[in-house]
């Protein structure tokens, strides 16, 4: 697509982060849902207890921060921290989308590294930087290929009503699953390449002392 000025290369800039961003405003409202508090004393009981039953552990955390890639022996670690909530938040945004890192307790010691195929600099360049410009690229075709939809229903004659009701709804459909991928692929994108900080983070709270 050619933009005639920067109007339309603003506009489509900030049409691609809406999405995104509002993503994120969905998972942040959902993370504070009314059953947090019951849920967190819940899965505090389930660690604690004698038999831990790591599927029900597991359960109760996606529940909660809306992760799944954060495994009960990793969970059971944080909870053992003395600034457990705060650091159970910074891991479970860090491994939302993706396993990104690994947690292990060596001697008491909490040691965090990346996993597998993220273990270098340059990898997760590679992959950050290339799962965001595949995400927009998927973005930008779909609205080329959208416009040229909408064209072709201008064109259309009133005779061919059904068909267009048929192919509006297809046009739906196919749009909610693009839009869906890639809202996915960009936020894990922007994920891999903020990861460092997110780390950062983790490692602050986890030496801090309130």
Not at 62 to 70: A, D, G, L, M, T
């Amino acid at each position: 697509m050619v933009f005639q000025d920067f109007d339309n290369i603003l506009k489509l800039a900030t049409s691609i982060l809406t999405l995104p961003v509002v993503g994120l405003m969905v998972g942040f409202f959902l993370s504070r849902s009314k059953n947090k508090i019951k849920n967190i004393e819940k899965l505090i009981t389930v660690v604690s207890s004698d038999k831990i039953n790591n599927i029900l552990v597991e359960a109760l955390f996606q529940s909660i921060y809306r992760s799944k890639y954060v495994s009960a022996e990793e969970v059971k670690i944080l909870m053992q921290q003395e600034n457990q909530t705060r650091l159970i938040q910074c891991y479970s945004k860090l491994n939302m989308l993706l396993k990104i890192t690994e947690l292990k307790s060596v001697d008491g010691d909490l040691i965090i590294r990346y996993s597998q195929g993220l273990h270098t600099l340059k990898r997760r360049i590679f992959w950050g930087a290339g799962t965001v410009l595949t995400s927009i690229l998927l973005y930008v075709l779909f609205l080329y290929v959208e416009i040229d939809f909408i064209q072709y229903l201008d064109g259309n004659s009133y005779g061919s009503q059904l068909n267009n009701i048929f192919g509006v709804t297809l046009n739906i459909l196919i749009s909610a699953m693009v839009l869906i991928a890639y809202n996915y692929i960009f936020l894990l994108g922007a994920q891999i390449l903020i990861s460092k900080r997110i780390i950062n983070k983790f490692n602050f709270i986890l030496f801090s002392r309130r």
